[in-house]
């Protein structure tokens, strides 16, 4: 899986801009578009929601049309990428997400699967991001090691996700097999968060920025970040590294996807993306949520999206006997 450091991203960021150029040029002969609409496949508050509503007001503008953030959960992100393959082009009508809101949304039906590469083009990488494991503080599990030892007393916990086989129910399931522990998948089409806080669920792995309010106000305790080395946004919290476990290490990250029809517009997008993740504010509000730009070009998008389904696909094939 790429692993992105700073400068990479700098020099990376380089080639965007030129490729940012040229997007606008090619993008001339292209259909107008009437407003530019960003469908997620979550509920609000979660990751692909919140980053998706700091993006989507200096992209409007720059393309000089309306926009809205538009929520569309459910069946592990199929409703959200049927919703945007039915859109009428020149609304604008994008998907902000991972590739399992993709590829791996019809593992759980009869439909028909989606290609990232055929149905969609990979238009954008909105970010790379960490991930934290957060419990109820209604249970006493001050650690990674407390947790698992409550779940071999007292027999299978629960844990949330936003839908079955997404990429948390999937990492969730390889840490759970890695500590040799079973518990009990909850999927949620709404926000977890309130039975989460409750006690009602008694943990949750999931992207830093749709856990760090809870975790700063004191609803959850977070016990292990998925990452190399400490994350300065929540103190006192051990890396799984660090934790002896470096085969949990996990940086994923969501893309910005343009639907076939709309393959013409796919550089002037990730034009309008790359600008502004170049924006002080738009890097400022990532530093804080612990995630990081990923300004790349068209090719480099493409590559990254490849490579990373690659790896995800591995990871299925280890943990559920399965892959697409």
Avoid at 255 to 275: K, T
């Amino acid at each position: 899986m790429i692993k992105l450091r700073r400068r990479n991203l700098l020099a990376l960021a380089a080639t965007a801009v030129t490729s940012s150029g040229m997007g606008r040029a090619s993008a001339q002969s292209a259909v107008e578009l009437k407003a530019l609409h960003i469908v997620v496949p979550t509920p609000p508050g979660t990751q692909p929601d919140i980053v998706a509503r700091w993006l989507i007001e200096p992209m409007a503008q720059r393309a000089g049309v309306p926009g809205a953030v538009i929520n569309r959960p459910g069946a592990a992100g199929a409703i959200a990428a049927d919703a945007v393959l039915a859109a009428v082009p020149d609304t604008g009508t994008l998907l902000l997400g991972g590739l399992d809101h993709i590829a791996y949304s019809h593992l759980n039906s009869q439909r028909k699967p989606l290609d990232p590469f055929v149905d969609f083009v990979p238009a954008g990488a909105v970010n790379r991001d960490t991930w934290l494991l957060v419990a109820s503080r209604q249970h006493p599990v001050p650690t990674m090691a407390a947790l698992a030892e409550l779940a071999r007393r007292t027999g299978p916990l629960s844990y949330a996700s936003v839908g079955e086989g997404s990429t948390a129910h999937l990492l969730t399931a390889r840490l759970c097999k890695a500590l040799g522990i079973e518990a009990q998948h909850v999927p949620y089409k709404e926000s977890y968060l309130p039975d989460l806080v409750g006690g009602r669920v008694h943990f949750v792995l999931a992207p830093t920025p749709a856990l760090l309010g809870q975790v700063r106000g004191g609803g959850v305790r977070a016990l292990v970040s998925l990452t190399d080395e400490r994350l300065t946004v929540v103190e006192g919290v051990p890396s799984i590294r660090e934790l002896g476990r470096p085969e949990q290490v996990f940086y994923g990250g969501l893309f910005l996807f343009v639907p076939a029809s709309l393959a013409r517009h796919a550089a002037q997008v990730n034009a309008w993306l790359v600008e502004a993740l170049q924006r002080p504010d738009i890097a400022e509000r990532y530093r804080q949520a612990a995630i990081e730009p990923t300004p790349l070009s068209l090719d480099q998008v493409r590559a990254m999206a490849a490579d990373r389904l690659r790896t995800v696909d591995a990871m299925r094939l280890a943990v559920f006997g399965r892959t697409r």
